[in-house]
Every structure is written in C-alpha cells, then in structure tokens.
C-alpha cells in the first residue's frame, strides 16, 4: 500500500495540484525536505490539499508548522472528540472511523474485559439494505478468524451459506424437501458439573418448558390448564429411562398413558395431543418431531441453519422452526461446548413479532439474555426499527418493558440509516445528543453510529475487501457492486 505522511511540510519542489489532480504526499518519499520519513508515520489517506469539503480552505497556501510528533494519549486531551486517546478497543477490524479516521476493531468480549461494556450483546438497526447483514459477516467472519464461534440459529434468505463455507464452518438446511432434522427434544450437551440426577432433572425441565411452548403457539397463545400440566408430566416422567425423546413419543404416551391415571388426567392429555397432532401428523410432520440426523458442530467456527426453505410455510411452522432451531443451538453450547459464542438473529424483529403470542418469543430472549454472560454468548440483533419493539404491547404494558428492555440490554448499539420519521422516537430510546441525531440523518450505505457502552460514541464505515463483497452481498446485482 501506499504510504503517505500525516504531518509535515510540504517539499519545496512539489507543487500543489500541479498536474491538475490532488497529489498524494506520499510521492515526496524521496525528497530530502522531510524531517519524518513516511514509513515512520501512520499511513493517511489524506490529500496534498486537504479533505475536499466545505470551509477547510483549500489551497495551494497553507499553514507550515514544523513536525511534531506525541504520543496519542497527549493528541486525544489536546484534540478532545478528533483524535484517538490511545485507549482504543481491539478485536476484529471492522473499518474505519470517520470520526477520528482511525482503523475501528471490536470484539464483544475484550470490550466487557476492558469494562467498556456491561453486556456482550449487541443491537444493529437500520432499513432494508442499509449493510446491517454485511456488517454481520464482515465482523463475524473475522472473529471466526480470530477463534470465536459463530452461530446463525435461522437465516430465511440462505444468505449465510456461503459465509459459513468460507470461514471452513457447516450449514444445515431445514424444511420441506431437506433431508436434515432436528429433534425439538434433544438433551444437549451435558455440564459436566451436573450429577446424573441433577442432569435428568434439567433435561426434564427443559422437554416440559419446550413442549408446553409449542403448544401454547399451536394454541394461538393459549395456556395450559393446570391439569393439563399434569398430564404433561405424567407423559414427560414416562418417558424418562429413554435416551432419545421426540415429541412423537410424548404425543403417543399422552393418547395412551402407560400407568393407570385418574380420568380428568387422561382427558387432558387427549386435548393436548391434540393440540399437538399437527406436529406429527398435520401440516407441521416431518420438521422436528423425529430423531435429530444432523449433529451440532461446536468445533466449527461458524454454524449456519439455513431456513429459506421454509419460506412459504404457515407462521406456525416458521415460528416453531425458529423456537427448534434456536433451542438446538443453545442447548448444543452448553457444557463442554461453551465457549465464546457469537449468536447472530438476522431479521430479530420479524422473528420477535412473529412469535409474540403471548410475548413467547421475546420471552426467550429476554431469558436468554439474563444467562448469556455466564454462558459466554454475544447475541447480535438485527433489527429493521426501534419502532418495531416500541410496537410490542401497549405502552407500559410488561411486553412493552420487556422488549425495550432487550435493546436496554444490549450496550453496544449500532445505528444505521433510518427513515427520518423514526429518528425522534429512535433518539428517544437510544439516548442520541443533537449531534448524534444529525449524524444518523446523514449516515451513507455500510456507515453506522456506534454507542458502546455509557460513553463511547464512534462513526464508523464498514468497509469490505472485493473477494469479501463478493461473498457477502445480498443484492440480486451478483458479481455487481451495488
Ligand atoms: N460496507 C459495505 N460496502 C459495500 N457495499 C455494501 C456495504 N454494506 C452494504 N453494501 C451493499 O448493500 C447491499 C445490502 O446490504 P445488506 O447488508 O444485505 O443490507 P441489510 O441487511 O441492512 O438489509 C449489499 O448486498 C451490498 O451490495
Ligand atoms: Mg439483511
């Protein structure tokens, strides 16, 4: 790459725009005028004549100061908002920062080690096609490269295949016509500081939780009645000495109960199976009701389900593709599995809103949350609004303050162009200054606001290398560069 000086005078031989172009001072290298070698410098793509903008006085006449050189932690307390501190975060290179035309990296951990977040959760929001997806895998991507562990529990456009195979991760398809399933009952991965009792006892807790989930959205958001519950148990308890469980088995034990049990018990079991026969005989057959047949890589850097195939399937099935899906993973990341684990829900709001009978979906999420520093996950939202989760119930109802308080979880925020009716109530909840708000109004295709933590504020211009482009674009453009 060319190396250009930062500070200096200009040579006394070269002429400012000369050959009617911006001249790079890079090419005044072998000039004895320079009192630092380029190579010294920190490369800068700044021109002869200054960044091309209104008031920066450009020109050929110039102010000459004499070089002077500091360290970066004097340049930020003289330069307060312009230059770097020199407490700058690392982690993966994500592009640059336009605010003090630094290189930008993060890495959701390093950042909770160096206290500059409380969470390793982040949200990124922005309109359709504003690069919140390219982001996503340009980041995850290189800190697959760096050793995280990605996973992307439903990708609806198939648009992470392709990601996965050039990190040297695996995708699975699920639904109509893939052969891959995934048994909604899996146990997991087991911690190995549970006993065998403690272990069932989880494994158990976990069936009773997932199954009466699907029922609930089967249901349309109906609850169970408590003798319903106990007709769950008595099914779930049945079924306990064996190794694999699927919701085939429980719906067979809840028709046809082994032990003899009261008759309200019995009844209650038919309703559920019931509500439960679209899963192993109606529409939903087929998905997740039987054994898994694909195994949950933890070893791989980068673990893809690839959902587009259920594209036009009912919301029933989509929503229990996301639950199955999601629980799959989460469940396969315990235990000797948990390690530093990226978890990416692409298109969060849609799936939010989907699966809000009841506040379900959210529930989940919100749970999630609460575990995630202990398990070492960083979940990242994309989100399309603010708007979308400020829709979920009536205000200050408790969905409302569970869905902004999802967004209040996450401490890194990463904004992107927005609809300029939706900049005031966005700048409401995410706490922008003036300036911030102005920013987000002016923010160009891959550049986005970046809030980390209570007090770190960065601008910052994803940028992608051609062969990355090329990999991660979704536009129907192809080869073409949008
Ligand atoms: N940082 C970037 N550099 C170059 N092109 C970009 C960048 N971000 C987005 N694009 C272009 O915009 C298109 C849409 O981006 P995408 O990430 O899919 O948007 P979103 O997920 O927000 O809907 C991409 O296919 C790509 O062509
Ligand atoms: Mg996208």
């Known amino acids: 790459m060319k190396q250009s000086a930062v500070i200096g005078r200009i040579p006394a031989n070269e002429k400012p725009g000369a050959n009617g172009r911006h001249r790079q001072t890079g090419s005044a290298d072998k000039t004895s005028g320079w009192k630092l070698q380029s190579a010294e410098l920190p490369a800068s793509k700044m021109p002869s004549w200054g960044w091309k903008q209104p008031h920066n006085l450009r020109g050929p006449l110039r102010a000459t100061p004499p070089a002077h050189r500091c360290s970066s932690k004097v340049l930020g307390g003289a330069y307060p908002f312009l230059a770097e501190t020199g407490d700058i975060l690392t982690g993966a290179y994500i592009g640059e920062n336009l605010l003090s035309r630094a290189p930008f990296c ?14 390793h959760s982040v949200a990124i929001l922005g309109v359709k096609g504003t690069g919140k997806s390219m982001l996503a895998k340009s980041w995850s991507s290189r800190l697959a490269r760096l050793g995280r562990k990605v996973a992307v529990p439903h990708d609806p456009n198939g648009e992470w295949v392709r990601v996965a195979a050039y990190v040297g991760g695996k995708s699975i398809s699920v639904g109509p016509g893939k052969a891959a399933r995934i048994n909604l009952l899996d146990e997991g991965a087991r911690d190995r500081s549970f006993s065998d ?22 249901r349309e958001g109906g609850n169970l009645e408590p003798v319903e519950h106990t007709a769950l148990d008595v099914a779930l308890d049945a079924l306990r000495g064996q190794s694999t469980v699927t919701i085939t088995h429980v719906y067979d034990r809840l028709v046809d109960p082994e032990q003899s049990q009261p008759l309200e018990v019995v ?10 026969r679209r899963m192993v005989s109606g529409d939903l057959t087929g998905f997740f009701d039987g054994p898994s047949t694909v195994r949950f890589d933890a070893d791989a850097p980068m673990m893809v389900v690839d959902t587009s ?14 639950l199955a899906t999601a629980n799959w993973i989460r469940r396969s990341s315990l235990g000797a599995n948990r390690q530093a684990r990226v978890i990416i829900h692409e298109e969060a709001a849609v799936e939010l809103l989907n699966d809000v009978s009841g506040g379900d979906g959210l529930a989940d999420r919100v749970e999630d949350e609460k575990v995630a520093r202990h398990l070492g996950t960083s979940n990242w939202y994309l989100l399309h609004r603010v708007a979308d989760l400020d829709a979920l119930g009536d205000r200050n109802s408790a969905l409302h303050s569970r869905a902004l308080g999802l967004l209040a979880d996450c401490e890194t925020r990463i904004s992107y162009a927005q609809h300029s009716g939706e900049i005031a109530r966005s700048r409401e909840i995410l706490g922008w200054n003036d300036t911030q708000a102005d920013l987000v109004r002016k923010l160009h295709k891959g550049e986005g606001l970046w809030q980390i933590g209570q007090d770190r504020v960065a601008k910052v211009r994803n940028i992608c290398t051609d062969y990355e482009l090329g990999i991660f674009r979704t536009d129907a453009m192809g080869g073409e560069r949008a």
């Open 197 to 218: 009792e403690d272990w069932n006892q989880n494994v158990l807790q976990y069936r009773r939780a997932t199954v009466k989930t699907i029922i609930r959205r089967l």
């Open 106 to 119: 993060f890495d959701p951990w390093d950042a909770y080690s160096a206290e500059a977040v409380r969470s």
């Open 309 to 322: 195939a259920l594209k036009g399937a009912s919301p029933e099935a989509q929503a229990l593709a996301r």
């Open 267 to 276: 009844e209650a079991g038919h309703r559920l199976a019931h509500s439960l």
